[in-house]
């Protein structure tokens, strides 16, 4: 999905909310990440730390993410069984839920839900809309039913661990790791099942197994056609479990024509605002990830459209800025033997420290004033040239009648 031509097609970065922050939450220890209050953040910097990098690489010109709104959907109503068997929510993870939208509206992030579907659902519909208007969209998930939406022009981020490891899912990648393409790995998934959301696939045959028969018979209604030929014990088992396959194909469909309160169009990033940002992750004591956001956001902040007014923006700007300038000043980490650094401000400008400023502080006296110590050394011949009757002034000063005598 990345490119940096001025010229290339908008670029629509869709986010599986709940399950990206799931992923941070299992893999960052919560025992770890707890505010000065005692709020736990673990979901919410993992969460951060993922939607930086995804800023930073892919670089979208839109970009939303879609959130459940509750367990129940369609899907329960016709499957009660439905995800069940899952763990309830962790009371601190769904703290952090409201955290995260935090997060996402400093960074002017929308966010987009639909009640009686799931987030797939809701991605699933703005991917096929951004991909009919001609942009380039990646779909940031770690459900797999997000692979049948692959295409030419949209492409599956999918994280495989945690939430820094991705495979980057294309047509290609999906044949090869599945023996299907796109359009068939939701036939793949009705035989083989999903744990996960406890659909009960066909006992004793996997992915190859299934890959293998919808090549021979051309999808799954082919292999439905023909189940009668299939031979051996697995072919007993898709027999067995023919309802099962078929319940499987009806709820792995992700809806593609819902009807949102948001389009593609509506998702153009603007920026983030930085003094909403200095506040919460003060709040959220997230000093290295504002260290972050400084470094990689400077590069990916879209430019202004024509048309917009460059003086008033600057004059608001400024203003918004001097709120807050002196409270979150603050400065980067450096290493031992390392140079002091600049002053980081939070208009980014990079201040250099006078070395005459920070010798003094360090003496624990005032700094000298240049100008006194010019005065002192005025005419003042130097200690070698004086001993031998040619005394030479101070360079930058006039000589003055009888100096060196």
Known sequence: ????????????????????????????????????????????????????????????????????????????????????????????FTAQISLIREVLAALGIRTIEKPGYEADDVIATLA???????????????????????GDNVTVLYLKRGVSEMDRMTPDKVTERYGVGPDCYRDLAAIVGETSDNLIGVPGVG??????????????????ADVDKIKGKAGENLRAHLADVLRNYELNQLVGDLELPLHPDDLKWQGWDREAVHVLFDTLEFRVLRDRLYQYLEAVEPEAESGFDLAGA????????????????????????????????????????????????????????????????????????????????????????????
């Open 128 to 150: 096929g809309q951004g991909r009919d208007a001609g942009m380039q969209v990646g779909v940031v998930t770690g459900d797999r039913d997000a692979f049948q939406l692959v």
């Open 207 to 224: 992915p190859k197994t299934a890959a293998k028969w919808i090549g021979q018979y051309g999808n799954l209604d082919g292999v439905i």
């Open 1 to 92: 999905m990345t490119t940096s031509s001025a010229t290339s097609a908008p670029r629509l970065l869709l986010l599986d909310g709940h399950s990206l922050a799931y992923r941070a939450f299992y893999a960052l220890p919560a025992e770890n990440f707890n505010t000065k209050s005692g709020q736990t953040t673990n979901a919410v910097f993992g969460f951060t730390s993922m939607l930086i990098n995804m800023l930073r690489d892919e670089q979208p010109t839109h970009i939303g993410v879609a959130f459940d709104v509750s367990r129940h959907s369609f899907r329960t109503d016709q499957y009660a069984d439905y995800k069940a068997g899952r763990q309830k929510t962790p009371d601190i």
């Open 314 to 405: 600057a004059g608001a700007r400024r203003a918004r800025l001097a709120a807050v300038r002196g409270r979150h000043r603050h400065r980067p980490r450096r290493l031992p033997g390392q140079a002091r650094p600049a002053l980081l401000r939070p208009d980014r400008s990079r201040v250099a420290v006078p070395p005459a400023r920070v010798a003094g502080r360090d003496r624990g006296r005032r700094p000298a004033d240049p100008r006194r110590d010019g005065r002192r050394r005025r005419g003042r011949a130097q200690p070698d040239a004086a001993r031998s009757g040619h005394a030479r002034p101070v360079r930058g000063h006039r000589r003055r009648p009888g100096a060196g005598r």
